[in-house]
């Protein structure tokens, strides 16, 4: 009963309390993140040389071209990318430190391997660490490819979503123009174009979504089932 009780303690002191401070500082970390670039954006936008007004148009002499849908990347856009950074190198310490512990105990359960006596008792892990140097960065390679086009597509759909929201707050500030001169089915194609960007650039992020939870699932049975025992076999 002890031993039991010990054991829901530790499993209890995990999820509540490693895992549970671990995600407060994390989303923490991102809130004050956003924060701070949320007042630096602000502050760079409002000074005295009035960029808010500039950055809306541009400069034709210069080839300077405006930025789209500002609002959007105050809003959205520093939102997604520190989470994301955040979300990256909690990854990064936890493969770490995993390597570590997991590193540390292969060394120490490994045996010779016949015909590879000259590497003594380190037969496995040379082995296994060998394994892991050549299927992981294959498949970080991969991964990476398929990342990038996410990113351009995350991108693509965030201008899209951006213009038709643009237009939608657009259109409502100039209702009354549009009711007086009967302009309700121009409005009404201008929409539907918009939205057809969405549509196409949402059905190509689901495809590259999905190839990359089915990479995912493979890469992790791979891992778990082939590369994790194959060493010892």
């Known amino acids: 009963v002890a031993h039991a009780g010990?054991?829901?303690?530790?499993?209890?002191?995990?999820?509540?309390g490693f895992t549970g401070v671990r995600n407060l500082v994390s989303t923490t970390l991102h809130r004050k993140w956003r924060g701070w670039l949320d007042n630096q954006f602000n502050q760079a936008l409002l000074d005295g040389n009035h960029t808010h007004f500039h950055a809306q148009h541009g400069s034709a002499a210069s080839g300077i071209v405006a930025p789209d849908?500002?609002?959007?990347?105050?809003?959205?856009?520093?939102?997604?990318?520190?989470?994301?950074?955040?979300?990256?190198?909690?990854?990064?310490?936890?493969?770490?430190t995993s390597l570590y512990f997991i590193g540390e105990n292969l060394i120490g359960s490994s045996v010779e391997v016949k015909g590879l006596e000259f590497l003594g008792g380190y037969g496995t892990a040379v082995l296994a660490f060998l394994a892991v140097a050549i299927y992981v960065p294959l498949n970080t390679w991969i991964a990476v490819k398929l990342g990038r086009l996410l990113e351009r597509l995350n991108v693509r759909m965030q201008q899209a979503e951006g213009s038709y929201r643009s237009e939608l707050i657009t259109f409502l500030r100039r209702s009354f123009h549009v009711a007086a001169s009967h302009g309700e089915d121009v409005q009404k194609s201008m929409h539907d174009r918009l939205y057809v960007d969405i549509d196409k650039t949402w059905g190509r992020l689901n495809i590259v979504n999905t190839s990359y939870t089915s990479f995912?699932?493979?890469?992790?049975f791979v891992g778990a089932r082939i590369v994790a025992y194959a060493p010892g076999l």
Do not use: F, H
């Open 6 to 16: 010990i054991l829901v303690l530790l499993v209890i002191l995990k999820d509540a």
């Open 69 to 96: 849908n500002i609002d959007q990347r105050i809003q959205e856009s520093i939102k997604d990318m520190t989470g994301g950074a955040i979300g990256l190198a909690m990854g990064v310490l936890g493969v770490a």
């Open 216 to 220: 995912e699932l493979i890469y992790n």
